[in-house]
Each structure stands twice: as C-alpha cells, then as structure tokens.
C-alpha cells in the first residue's frame, strides 16, 4: 500500500531558524527554516527578493515570531513536513523573549513579503 503526501493550505507561526540565499544562477530564490512551538523545523523556499525581509527576521529571532501562509506539504498522518508555496510572511513582534510561543500575549505585525510583491 502507498502512502501520499498531500498539499492543503497551512498558516504557521514560528522563529526563522535558517536562510539560505541560492547561488546565481543556481535558482530563483532560497530557503528558509521555521521553529515550530512543538520544536519541528519545517523548511520552505522563498523567491529571490523576500531575501532581505526574510534575512532580517533571522537577526531578531529572539524577538519575533513570523507568521507564514501558503501551501504545505503533509505526511499521511497530517503532520506538516515542509512548506510548499509561501503566499506571505508577516513578522509578528512578541511582547518579551520569554513570551515568543505564548499564545496568550498581545503581538504587533508587520507584513515583509507577499506573493503580490514577488
């Protein structure tokens, strides 16, 4: 019996843990890693011109949180293991540090890339 993975529409919310810009001429963007709350690292692409913003949320991951929606990839059992196709990224500032997955505290959001932008 095969297993599929499928693709459905995701909006996830972690620390921007890894960026990686493409050589030129090797790709048309990069990739990045989000940390998840459950400390999942799901990674995702990201076309050439979110760079900056995406670069800039990896220097202030210990304040802030990023909110990314699109398409993600799912193992059978639903568990997200990449993302697929980022429609946006918006950067959500926590309160403090210690409060980054808490889900209670108040946020402030900022939108750094969309795929309108691209």
Same mark, same amino acid.
């Given at each position: 019996? *095969?297993?599929h993975? *499928?693709h $459905?529409? /995701?909006?996830?919310i972690?620390? #921007?843990w890894?960026?990686? =810009?493409?050589p030129?001429?090797e790709g ?5 890693q989000i940390? =998840?709350d &459950?400390g999942r690292l ?5 076309p $050439?011109? @979110?760079?900056q913003p995406i670069?800039?949320a990896?220097q202030a &991951?210990?304040v /802030?949180?990023? $909110? ?11 568990? =997200?293991?990449r993302i697929?196709?980022?429609?946006? #990224?918006? $950067? ?5 540090p210690n409060? =980054?997955?808490?889900t *209670?505290?108040?946020d @402030?959001? *900022?939108?750094l890339?969309t795929?309108?932008?691209a």
């Amino acid at each position: 019996m *095969t297993q599929h993975v *499928t693709h $459905r529409p /995701i909006e996830v919310i972690g620390q #921007i843990w890894g960026v990686q =810009l493409d050589p030129p001429g090797e790709g048309e963007g990069g990739t990045f890693q989000i940390l =998840l709350d &459950n400390g999942r690292l799901i990674p995702g692409p990201y076309p $050439r011109d @979110w760079h900056q913003p995406i670069a800039s949320a990896l220097q202030a &991951n210990d304040v /802030i949180l990023i $909110r990314v929606k699109g398409v993600g990839e799912h193992s059978p059992d639903g568990e =997200l293991q990449r993302i697929v196709e980022p429609e946006s #990224i918006i $950067r959500c500032w926590a309160p403090a540090p210690n409060s =980054l997955f808490d889900t *209670t505290a108040p946020d @402030w959001e *900022t939108v750094l890339a969309t795929k309108d932008d691209a």
